[in-house]
């Protein structure tokens, strides 16, 4: 028995020398860490600055951050280390980095991956309001102004929003072949109910086609705007009154439910959608009719070139501006990061300054794309080698343009972001920390429900009534409850 | 202290032996026991790092507690994982006892290893391939199944939207991944054996039955109380793979297939309170613990010698 308490208590003075040794290295760490940011002189020497974006990781990152380092180094003394993490791993990863305090200065954040205003309130973003007005004049003067006043958070900027399109517009996408071939007329196709002699013609004509394409994360339109993307509570787009309700409750949601159910029933909808991932091999086999998507200006051209088949779109919403376009993409300088003003001359510079920009999104000339006039470059065969997403690494505006891009492009954007609605809550950004309990099992209630209602599967005479009564019971009221206490109080403030 | 280094030294070769071992489990389970701490706070991201960020965030009590409890999602959760892990335990015993006597009693030592080999597979599967098959087999429009049912002119079944089927397509599909490699482990111990036991039998005459009921089980009877024992330990946890991958994540399933890991999982991966995934962690350990101590406690007064401690 004494050997074994003996034997503890060596280990607790091991866990003991060893935690001191870990704060001591916590120690050193801080120390270089304020002799770092304190000095900003050009004469120095130039500081790295970590930056973390979704996409899926690229051969030759490091080789086209060699050369933005150079051209970085001159202008703002910084060089550049990009960490690029895969699509699907995004979110948690990052969660993870953020959490155990991994040295990084900047990081791509959205309403969708990586979750902005949460992880604002949380501590991660570094707040920018002082940064901003004094490096970051150039983004204030170029980004559309309704992108920092809508990725405010609590009233204040935590993240540089990139310039693109402002309002998001549902589409319904057709694939053209399919209705050139039949003489389909899609003229005339808005809501969700007039698409239905078109599947149906499908449906008879090819067998193997899938008529609706959609994945688990298919919602129907309806039109209003929901207070956190895909939990059941939403604002009626044309309110007065601003009363939160559940979606699940109103005539437009249970009608297009029913709708859809007619639509799965009928064999318009692939059996398994409720649980599909993607459909991107409906998408390269070319085996479907139509789908909905999001759209901006050009979409068809992008579609079509990225498929290989004609595909054209219409309209089946307004163009709103949503918390949720305008949080589509965002760099957040990080909470821990050692040169946040140095970050912030670089986000300066990556939104004002065309040529970091699209060396960034396109990597280096004669290697990666060549230019064919002074507006637009056309990809080499190396560039498949750094092929990044354009949207999300900032200024779409100062992009070159693809080879069938017309000249005006980016003037296309500014007008359809001008005529885009604001949709009546944009820029209220629910505080979930007091109702945290009920909304882990909300979600919990979502995630059984939510996709085999929304794609049809079941029945929803049976199920929705089902679903509302499990959201209530998980406590959906008193968040209602209390998003509608925080809205009423902005609604006051702001004058509404 | 003297007496302890005297020790030390005297065992020194073994100790160094479990170095790496102990080493291991220092980093990987001692040293994160620390961070249960989280499961009292509400976490916020500190900029000096990791540390200022557990110290400075707010003490919560057992808030981060409530979630679990907070619906009859507890009930539904805690069911399922304890039932199937029941199941599995139970049925993947005799199973994988009964394979393991099959394999050692067959006279061809070729064909042996080809059963062995063959059973052992699947346990080197990913979940998510093993999903796969199963989505072959049970796809609505192209799954093997459905295609069968067609043959006999029988409606084709929504597997993935009807809960009843699903208790018995999970129990078989993690037995079916589990029980070559517990029978490996079984085999091994039979291995050992000593030969003059089933000699001596024969000489008396019993029958190959009579040789495995009153010789091979109770001498396997140690390395099942283990297996058992490690087991029930491990009966809060379920397999998240299984659980989540198999069913394809469907929602209408959830009430057969919603176990605590997919439920934790589930609720924190959108809201990414750490707090809360730490306290539901600390949940399962905390229960895992004491159904380890109680069944070691039950062996023990059964018999002492089999008991783990």
Same mark, same amino acid.
């Given at each position: 028995m004494s050997k074994g308490k003996k034997s503890f208590s060596f280990a607790l003075a091991m866990l003991t020398a060893f935690a001191l040794v870990l704060s001591a290295c916590g120690g050193g760490n801080k120390d270089a860490e304020s002799s770092g940011s304190g000095s900003s002189g050009s004469s120095e020497k130039p500081v790295n600055l970590i930056w973390y974006t979704i996409g899926t990781p690229q051969k030759d990152v490091d080789k086209v951050m060699a050369e933005v380092s150079k051209y970085t180094q001159e202008k703002i003394n910084a060089t550049v280390t990009m960490k690029m993490?895969?699509?699907?791993?995004?979110?948690?990863?990052?969660?993870?980095?953020?959490?155990?305090?991994?040295?990084?200065?900047?990081?791509?954040?959205?309403?969708?991956?990586?979750?902005?205003v949460q992880n604002a309130r949380k501590g991660a973003f570094m707040e920018l309001d002082d940064l901003?007005?004094?490096?970051?004049?150039?983004?204030?003067?170029?980004?559309?102004?309704?992108?920092?006043?809508?990725?405010?958070?609590?009233?204040?900027?935590?993240?540089?929003?990139?310039?693109?399109?402002?309002?998001?517009?549902?589409?319904?996408?057709?694939?053209?072949?399919?209705?050139?071939?039949?003489?389909?007329?899609?003229?005339?196709?808005? #809501?969700?109910?007039?698409?239905?002699?078109?599947?149906?013609?499908?449906?008879?004509?090819?067998?193997?086609?899938?008529?609706?394409?959609?994945?688990?994360?298919?919602?129907?339109?309806v039109p209003y705007d929901y207070i956190i993307q895909n939990l059941p509570m939403a604002v009626k787009l044309d309110t007065t009154d601003y009363k939160i309700v559940d979606i699940l409750e109103t005539p437009e949601m249970k009608q297009a439910l029913t709708t859809m159910h007619k639509y799965y029933q009928a064999g318009?909808?692939?059996?398994?959608?409720?649980?599909?991932?993607?459909?991107?091999?409906?998408?390269?086999?070319?085996?479907?009719?139509?789908?909905?998507?999001?759209?901006?200006?050009?979409?068809?051209?992008?579609?079509?070139?990225?498929?290989?088949?004609?595909?054209?779109?219409?309209?089946?919403?307004?163009?709103i501006i949503t918390n949720t376009s305008v949080q589509g993409s965002i760099m957040a300088i990080s909470a821990n990061s050692e040169h946040p003003e140095k970050a912030m001359e670089f986000l300066n510079l990556l939104n004002t300054d065309p040529v970091l920009r699209n060396m960034v999104d396109s990597g280096i000339e004669g290697t990666h794309y060549k230019k064919v006039d002074d507006k637009h470059i056309e990809n080499l065969p190396e560039g498949k080698n750094y092929d990044m997403p354009s949207y #999300?690494?900032?200024?779409?505006?100062?992009?070159?343009?693809?080879?069938?891009?017309?000249?005006?492009?980016?003037?296309?954007?500014?007008?359809?972001?001008?005529?885009?609605?604001?949709?009546?809550?944009?820029?209220?950004?629910?505080?979930?920390?007091?109702?945290?309990?009920?909304?882990a099992a909300v979600q919990n209630v979502k995630e059984q429900f939510w996709a085999s209602l929304m794609t049809g599967t079941v029945d929803p005479e049976t199920y929705l009534p089902k679903a509302i009564a499990a959201f209530k019971q998980a406590g959906l009221d008193k968040v209602i409850a209390e998003a509608q206490t925080q809205l009423d109080a902005w609604k006051a403030a702001n004058n509404k | 202290m003297a007496a302890f280094f005297k020790n030390l030294i005297r065992n020194k070769v073994m100790l160094f032996m479990v170095l790496p071992g102990a080493i291991w489990f220092f980093f990987f389970s001692y040293l994160p026991l620390v961070g249960t701490i989280v499961a009292f706070k509400q976490?916020?991201?500190?900029?000096?790092?990791?540390?200022?960020?557990?110290?400075? =965030?707010?003490?919560?009590?057992?808030?981060?507690?409530?979630?679990?409890?907070?619906?009859?999602?507890?009930?539904?959760?805690?069911?399922?994982?304890?039932?199937?892990?029941?199941?599995?335990?139970?049925?993947?015993?005799?199973?994988?006892?009964?394979?393991?006597?099959?394999?050692?009693?067959?006279?061809?030592?070729?064909?042996?290893?080809?059963?062995?080999?063959?059973?052992?597979?699947?346990?080197?599967l990913s979940w998510v391939i093993v999903g796969y098959f199963a989505f072959s087999f049970l796809s609505m429009d192209r799954g093997m199944i459905n295609q069968i049912l067609g043959w006999f002119g029988a409606e084709p079944v929504q597997w993935y939207s009807d809960p009843k089927y699903w208790p018995y397509i999970l129990v078989f599909v993690s037995l079916w991944k589990s029980v070559g490699y517990n029978s490996v482990v079984y085999l091994a111990s039979i291995m050992g054996i000593d030969k003059s036991l089933y000699e001596a039998a024969m000489i008396d005459g019993a029958s190959k039955w009579q040789q495995i009921k009153n010789i091979t089980?109770?001498?396997?009877?140690?390395?099942?109380?283990?297996?058992?024992?490690?087991?029930?330990?491990?009966i809060f946890y379920a397999d998240f793979g299984?659980?989540?991958?198999?069913?394809?994540?469907?929602?209408?399933?959830? =009430?057969?297939?919603?176990?605590?890991?997919?439920?934790?999982?589930?609720?924190?991966?959108?809201?990414?309170?750490?707090?809360?995934?730490?306290?539901?962690?600390?949940?399962?350990?905390?229960?895992?613990?004491?159904?380890?101590?109680?069944?070691?406690?039950?062996?023990?007064?059964?018999?002492k010698d089999s008991a783990l401690f």
């Amino acid at each position: 028995m004494s050997k074994g308490k003996k034997s503890f208590s060596f280990a607790l003075a091991m866990l003991t020398a060893f935690a001191l040794v870990l704060s001591a290295c916590g120690g050193g760490n801080k120390d270089a860490e304020s002799s770092g940011s304190g000095s900003s002189g050009s004469s120095e020497k130039p500081v790295n600055l970590i930056w973390y974006t979704i996409g899926t990781p690229q051969k030759d990152v490091d080789k086209v951050m060699a050369e933005v380092s150079k051209y970085t180094q001159e202008k703002i003394n910084a060089t550049v280390t990009m960490k690029m993490i895969d699509w699907g791993d995004y979110q948690q990863k990052m969660q993870v980095n953020v959490a155990s305090g991994e040295p990084m200065d900047i990081m791509f954040t959205s309403a969708g991956g990586f979750d902005y205003v949460q992880n604002a309130r949380k501590g991660a973003f570094m707040e920018l309001d002082d940064l901003l007005d004094k490096y970051g004049q150039g983004i204030k003067d170029t980004i559309d102004p309704a992108f920092l006043e809508g990725s405010k958070v609590d009233g204040h900027n935590y993240g540089i929003p990139a310039n693109k399109e402002l309002p998001q517009q549902e589409v319904w996408r057709f694939n053209q072949n399919l209705v050139d071939k039949y003489k389909l007329d899609t003229s005339n196709v808005r #809501s969700l109910d007039s698409i239905e002699p078109l599947l149906k013609a499908i449906k008879e004509k090819e067998p193997n086609v899938t008529p609706f394409a959609m994945d688990k994360n298919y919602v129907p339109y309806v039109p209003y705007d929901y207070i956190i993307q895909n939990l059941p509570m939403a604002v009626k787009l044309d309110t007065t009154d601003y009363k939160i309700v559940d979606i699940l409750e109103t005539p437009e949601m249970k009608q297009a439910l029913t709708t859809m159910h007619k639509y799965y029933q009928a064999g318009y909808v692939a059996p398994e959608a409720a649980t599909t991932g993607s459909t991107s091999d409906l998408m390269t086999s070319g085996n479907w009719f139509m789908d909905r998507a999001q759209t901006q200006p050009l979409a068809d051209n992008t579609w079509s070139a990225s498929y290989g088949y004609p595909v054209k779109s219409t309209p089946a919403s307004d163009a709103i501006i949503t918390n949720t376009s305008v949080q589509g993409s965002i760099m957040a300088i990080s909470a821990n990061s050692e040169h946040p003003e140095k970050a912030m001359e670089f986000l300066n510079l990556l939104n004002t300054d065309p040529v970091l920009r699209n060396m960034v999104d396109s990597g280096i000339e004669g290697t990666h794309y060549k230019k064919v006039d002074d507006k637009h470059i056309e990809n080499l065969p190396e560039g498949k080698n750094y092929d990044m997403p354009s949207y #999300s690494l900032g200024n779409n505006m100062l992009l070159y343009l693809n080879p069938n891009d017309p000249d005006d492009k980016w003037e296309q954007f500014k007008k359809f972001n001008a005529e885009g609605k604001d949709s009546p809550i944009l820029s209220f950004n629910f505080d979930s920390t007091k109702v945290a309990t009920e909304m882990a099992a909300v979600q919990n209630v979502k995630e059984q429900f939510w996709a085999s209602l929304m794609t049809g599967t079941v029945d929803p005479e049976t199920y929705l009534p089902k679903a509302i009564a499990a959201f209530k019971q998980a406590g959906l009221d008193k968040v209602i409850a209390e998003a509608q206490t925080q809205l009423d109080a902005w609604k006051a403030a702001n004058n509404k | 202290m003297a007496a302890f280094f005297k020790n030390l030294i005297r065992n020194k070769v073994m100790l160094f032996m479990v170095l790496p071992g102990a080493i291991w489990f220092f980093f990987f389970s001692y040293l994160p026991l620390v961070g249960t701490i989280v499961a009292f706070k509400q976490y916020r991201f500190n900029r000096e790092g990791f540390w200022a960020s557990i110290s400075k =965030s707010e003490w919560v009590g057992w808030d981060n507690f409530k979630f679990l409890f907070s619906t009859n999602d507890a009930y539904t959760i805690t069911r399922n994982t304890l039932l199937y892990n029941l199941a599995f335990i139970i049925l993947g015993l005799i199973l994988s006892v009964a394979m393991a006597v099959l394999l050692s009693e067959l006279v061809g030592k070729t064909m042996a290893k080809i059963y062995q080999t063959g059973m052992f597979l699947p346990y080197f599967l990913s979940w998510v391939i093993v999903g796969y098959f199963a989505f072959s087999f049970l796809s609505m429009d192209r799954g093997m199944i459905n295609q069968i049912l067609g043959w006999f002119g029988a409606e084709p079944v929504q597997w993935y939207s009807d809960p009843k089927y699903w208790p018995y397509i999970l129990v078989f599909v993690s037995l079916w991944k589990s029980v070559g490699y517990n029978s490996v482990v079984y085999l091994a111990s039979i291995m050992g054996i000593d030969k003059s036991l089933y000699e001596a039998a024969m000489i008396d005459g019993a029958s190959k039955w009579q040789q495995i009921k009153n010789i091979t089980i109770p001498m396997l009877s140690p390395i099942i109380i283990i297996m058992t024992l490690l087991a029930v330990g491990r009966i809060f946890y379920a397999d998240f793979g299984l659980f989540y991958q198999v069913p394809r994540d469907s929602g209408t399933l959830y =009430s057969v297939t919603n176990v605590i890991d997919t439920y934790v999982y589930r609720g924190l991966k959108t809201t990414g309170e750490i707090g809360m995934s730490t306290a539901a962690g600390l949940y399962q350990s905390v229960v895992g613990f004491v159904l380890v101590i109680v069944s070691n406690f039950v062996v023990r007064k059964i018999d002492k010698d089999s008991a783990l401690f």
